[in-house]
């Protein structure tokens, strides 16, 4: 069995790696040669923690196995990050434990490669100005990988407290981008592709402030309750997703299901796209939106990657099982 740790992965594991594992595997699941298993998720009445599994197999990359892990909001005090998780890897063939796999800067990366992907296959090729709404540990993450995907001149960025967002100017100031803090009514007027990366149950951006031709990608709800943009944005948007079930039930479509503006039907998974099924964008004045609600296997993908760079590195720390 290989051993990669938490400390390893930042010297390993690179964006474009991450960015071809993650389109790689919406591209399987569109195909249905993967698929992710129900999500375990629970108060386990101790440290106020959460608690869960997010599993799946990947019948085409033969990725098998799951991600475990949670919130821990009393980490922080102790210096550790209140996100923990760790991936664990099968053989497909004989049902052994491949890897184990530090899984807290891999979430980061796969959750930014999900919108870099959707950025990729959706945007207007024209973009040149991308909008950041939220400034928290992801943020910096969806800047790199998103900034990457077209030949973007300047950022903007809001957050809730704008002087947060000065973590973000120094990311753009480093990939020699213009950045400047907005409102939110400023963002929505000069942005060509929108990043929303919030913890946020209110509707933060509205269909107004929206213009024709953008791209959005909701990164943040990824529970129920938890809410980036107005239905109504939903609702003129041509929308994608990772997976219909999570975007519909856990994802930013919830409230746009719930109250009816869309149907699960009106939602294409990102990975018919990538497999040439569906057009995606089909003119310059149409919104897309993408619903990265965050799936197991872009985990499994990850840290399969991971394992591959760290072998042929020299690196993986072997161990009998
Ligand atoms: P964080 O705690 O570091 O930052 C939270 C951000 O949300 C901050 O910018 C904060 O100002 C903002 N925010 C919170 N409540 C708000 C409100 N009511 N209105 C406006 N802004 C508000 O969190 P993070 O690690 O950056 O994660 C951000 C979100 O992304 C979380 O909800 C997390 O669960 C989610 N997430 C999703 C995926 C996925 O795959 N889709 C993966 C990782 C994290």
Request: aromatic share 6%; charged share 20%; glycine share 8%.
């Amino acid at each position: 069995m290989i051993i990669v740790p938490e400390k390893e992965i930042a010297n390993l594991m690179t964006r474009d790696a991450a960015f071809t594992a993650v389109e790689e595997v919406f591209a399987s699941m569109a195909a249905r040669s993967a698929y992710n298993f129900p999500v375990v998720r629970e108060a386990i009445g101790h440290a106020d923690a959460l608690y869960g599994f997010k599993s799946g197999f990947d019948r085409a990359a033969l990725n098998l196995g799951l991600k475990s892990g949670g919130y821990w909001p009393g980490n922080a005090a102790k210096g550790l990050t209140n996100h923990q998780s760790t991936i664990f890897l099968f053989d497909a063939d004989t049902g052994q434990c491949r890897a184990v796999v530090g899984g807290n800067l891999l979430t980061a990366l796969r959750t930014a490669a999900a919108s870099a992907v959707s950025v990729a296959h959706l945007a207007r090729e024209d973009s040149r100005v991308l909008g950041i709404v939220g400034a928290g540990h992801q943020a910096a993450y969806q800047l790199r990988a998103v900034a990457e995907q077209r030949p973007f001149e300047r950022i903007v960025a809001w957050n809730r407290t704008a002087d947060k967002v000065e973590p973000l100017r120094a990311v753009a100031d480093e990939m020699g981008l213009a950045f400047e803090s907005v409102t939110l009514d400023e963002l929505g007027a000069v942005s060509d592709v929108i990043v929303t990366i919030t913890s946020s149950f209110d509707p933060i951006l509205s269909a107004a402030q929206v213009k024709p031709g953008t791209h959005v990608a909701c990164m943040g709800t990824d529970t129920k309750g938890k809410q980036e943009v107005e239905s109504a944005l939903i609702g003129q948007a041509t929308v994608f997703t990772d997976e219909v079930a999570q975007s519909i039930s856990i994802g930013e479509c919830q409230h746009a299901i719930g109250d009816q503006t869309i149907r699960a039907e009106d939602i294409t998974e990102l990975g018919a796209v990538i497999n040439a099924k569906h057009v995606g964008r089909s003119s310059d004045d149409e919104i897309t939106l993408f619903d990265g609600t965050g799936v197991g296997l872009q985990d499994l993908a990850v840290a399969a990657a991971v394992v591959d760079l760290a072998v042929e590195q020299g690196v993986a720390t072997e161990v009998e099982i």
